[in-house]
């Protein structure tokens, strides 16, 4: 099983990015896939999940309006596209699977993961 986050970067706020995860070696479109992200000092949150078909989206009050989270299960990815970034956005990322009827904010739910990918905001 491989989940791998691409996509990060250094920008400035205010601009967009989007970032990437693949994923293999398990069967993707039977499976949640979310975000997390995690910042220097601070414990790993949620940010956002689609569900299996990907017509159910949820997100975290601080990203809504302005992340949006997309799949393409003929492709095994995941796709988190960023835009208004600020700079209380900088994180590692993290993408995760959970076979999961529904999203849930738990990073303890989740069945794999990817090794994060590193975005960066500067004011």
């Known amino acids: 099983v491989q989940l791998q986050a691409s996509g990060g970067g250094l920008v400035q706020g205010g601009t967009s990015l989007r970032l990437s995860c693949a994923a293999s070696?398990?069967?993707?479109?039977?499976?949640?896939m979310a975000w997390f992200r995690q910042a220097p000092g601070k414990e790993r949150e949620f940010v956002a999940a689609i569900n299996w078909r990907g017509f159910s989206r949820t997100y975290t009050d601080s990203v809504k309006g302005r992340f949006a989270i997309s799949r393409d299960n003929a492709k095994n990815t995941v796709y988190l596209q960023m835009s208004g970034l600020k700079p209380e956005d900088t994180a590692v990322y993290y993408c995760a699977a959970g076979l999961l009827t529904g999203p849930s904010p738990l990073d303890d739910e989740y069945d794999y993961w990817g090794r994060g990918t590193q975005v960066t905001v500067s004011s």
């Open positions: 070696g398990f069967t993707f479109s039977s499976y949640l």
